[in-house]
């Protein structure tokens, strides 16, 4: 049985060993037993259904809840010559009568369907006559009322138990803490589950955070260093995706906006642009991202902060799925601080609801605040541990400068104190500083003990440390909506120099200036003319079947080509991600840019 899952990844495919769980997942699946997979956006997962559904008699239903990501899916498949289609909404009467007639027809192994469209009464009676060999159902975390991505859709699956008894079941996703696991296995009803838990390790994506202290500055800084890449730049506005947009496109580089309120034309053009064309960088709200399945997204940078561990981990894990290098960073500071905190605890939710919201997002934020490996740290949270120091975050590239803080922590903590925890930020740091402005004087607030006791530290490092006073609980924000600061219960013993605290120096300046990297850079200078080349005929037949390129084959194969420069079918076939099928189609148009490329 394996065996032919194995050719069917070689001849097919054109993979020469399965990844991580794939194997046994694909055996539980051939075997009839349900299944629960796990495992990292770029783990390989649409193999686990795939190849079932091309070993096993009938049709394989694919429940998803994104009509991009279908429709991408089925023109990857239809190039390695499988039989795959899809039912949604997009799709006339005429289309989805001549979906049916194939159906009918044993004409095809994989269906993609929608939940909403899956579940009507008239879509269940037709697949009931079929016989169904595999039911996937991807992003398998929409099932959960406690998770961050919640589909009502999605609740009503189980009865797909009932519905198709018997019939094999594969439950997929890419973020899962252990109740949200378990959610999955008892919504969707699933008999007795094989559960593949893969790592949740990204090792090729470096994860970096920075204090928000300049932010365009620091997003340049970043992006020169990504020339050429294409990558996804998150901000929390739709006004602030679009001006941040035309600025990157004033400093050269391509950026696109996308946010739910551009039409649907714009948006669609916008995101066919990027998945189409090398090197575009969207600018986008978090309506973008779920459904893009292009592998060789470079970098995320978020301006703003995510609302979760969870979110951060779905966004950022659309780096790199290739497995290529690929760069998560991210600017946070005190006002991101201020406005999630505040956003929480005046949200119309339940208490219980919101307690839940409270201790996400305080996950994060004390995520970016930590002084140890970063990667380690990430999947502390998600239950999965790391023996060693990653070597690829940027507390393990370059350690934060950790200086002991209890002494402006205590100047600060007085500062709300005597003015009486009725001031926000801005009018403690002055008076901190000293400022002799109108709100000070008419408060009689130049008269305090405290008033410019911190001139000997600016206005940004105060920032700084009113945000990891805050991180900490040291300080509170007062939930009515005003935004003023109050002592909490650990405010005293730190008073009293009971307690110690280490704070972290958050310094523009000494943020290394990195060398220029350029797309292919990790190639010899003699390979990247001909990656180059390679990449061009690539985006030619690209355009011609109106694909994505990568669908045709991942820069990871073009750049094995470039270093081995295959001189014929055996040669080429040889490499990694040139199946049968593509070699048949594409092998001569590469194999004659390698050979006329000196
Ligand atoms: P996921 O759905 O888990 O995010 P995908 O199924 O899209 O991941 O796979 C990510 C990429 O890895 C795809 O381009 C896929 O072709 C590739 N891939 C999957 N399995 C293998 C394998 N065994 N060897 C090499 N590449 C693989
Ligand atoms: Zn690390």
Redesign the pocket.
């Known amino acids: 049985m394996t065996a032919s899952a194995l050719k069917i990844?070689n001849e097919v495919?054109g993979?020469?060993?399965?990844?991580g769980d794939?194997e046994s997942v694909i055996s539980a699946a051939l075997e009839g037993r349900d299944t629960l997979v796990l495992?990292?956006?770029?783990?390989?997962?649409?193999?686990?259904y795939q190849i079932p559904a091309i070993l096993l008699d009938g049709v394989t239903l694919v429940v998803s809840p994104l009509i991009a990501l279908m429709q991408d899916q089925v023109a990857a498949l239809k190039l390695l010559d499988i039989d795959a289609a899809y039912l949604n909404s997009t799709l006339s009467v005429f289309e989805q009568g001549e979906v049916y007639r194939r159906l009918t027809g044993g004409e095809i192994k994989l269906l993609y369907v929608a939940p909403e469209r899956l579940l009507q009464a008239e879509t269940v009676a037709r697949l009931q006559k079929l016989s169904i060999s595999l039911i996937a159902i991807?992003e398998a975390h929409c099932v959960s009322q406690w998770g961050h991505d919640f589909r009502e859709d999605y609740l009503s699956l189980g009865r797909l138990a009932e519905l198709f008894p018997g019939v094999p079941r594969m439950a997929?996703t890419?973020t899962a803490t252990a109740d949200v696991r378990e959610e999955i296995v008892a919504q969707l009803q699933l008999n007795d589950p094989a559960r593949f838990v893969a790592r949740f390790d990204r090792p090729n994506i470096r994860y970096e955070v920075q204090a928000k202290l300049d932010p365009k500055r620091q997003l340049l800084r970043f992006l020169s260093e990504h020339r050429g890449a294409a990558g996804i730049v998150y901000c929390m506005s739709r006004k602030k995706t679009e001006s941040t947009a035309e600025w990157l496109h004033k400093e050269g580089f391509i950026a696109l906006p996308y946010h739910a309120g551009l039409d649907a034309v714009t948006r669609a053009d916008h995101q066919h642009q990027f998945v189409n064309n090398d090197g575009v960088i969207i600018v986008a709200t978090i309506a973008f991202g779920m459904g893009i399945?292009k592998?060789d997204v470079r970098f995320v940078a978020h301006l703003d902060l995510p609302k979760s561990m969870e979110s951060y981990y779905q966004e950022t894990?659309r780096a790199g799925?290739?497995?290529e290098p690929a760069f998560a960073w991210l600017v946070y500071g005190l006002q991101d601080v201020l406005r999630l905190r505040q956003m929480v605890d005046s949200s119309p939710s339940s208490d219980a609801r919101k307690q839940n919201e409270r201790r996400k997002l305080d996950a994060l934020l004390g995520w970016c605040e930590v002084t140890e490996c970063r990667r380690r740290s990430l999947l502390a949270y998600f239950g999965d541990e790391l023996a060693d120091d990653c070597g690829n975050c940027d507390i393990c590239l370059s350690p934060p400068d950790v200086f002991d803080g209890t002494e402006v922590a205590q100047k600060l903590i007085s500062a709300v104190y005597r003015t009486g925890q009725r001031f926000g930020a801005v009018h403690v740091i002055d008076v901190l500083l000293g400022k002799e402005n109108e709100k000070v004087r008419q408060h009689g607030h130049d008269r305090l003990s405290v008033f410019g006791i911190g001139k000997d530290l600016d206005q940004k490092q105060w920032r700084s440390i009113l945000r990891q006073l805050v991180v900490v609980g040291l300080l509170k924000v007062d939930s009515e909506g005003y935004g003023a600061l109050q002592l909490s219960e650990s405010s005293r013993p730190l008073l009293r120099g009971e307690t110690h605290l280490p704070l972290r120096r958050d310094l523009l300046a000494k943020q290394k200036v990195r060398a220029t990297k350029r797309q292919g850079a990790d190639l010899a200078d003699e390979d990247i003319a001909l990656f180059d080349a390679l990449r061009d005929v690539r985006k030619k037949l690209a355009d011609e079947l109106d694909v994505p390129p990568?669908v045709i084959f991942?820069d990871a194969t073009l750049k094995q080509m470039a270093v081995d420069k295959p001189k014929n079918d055996g040669a080429l076939i040889a490499i990694?991600?040139v199946g049968q099928t593509k070699l048949e189609r594409y092998g001569s148009a590469f194999l004659e840019v390698i050979s006329a490329t000196p």
Do not use: M, N
Request: charged share 25%; net charge negative.
């Open positions: 990844l495919f993979y020469h060993e399965f990844r794939q495992q990292p956006t770029g783990g390989g997962k649409s193999i686990c991807d997929l890419a399945d592998p894990g799925r290739d497995g990568y991942h990694s991600g």
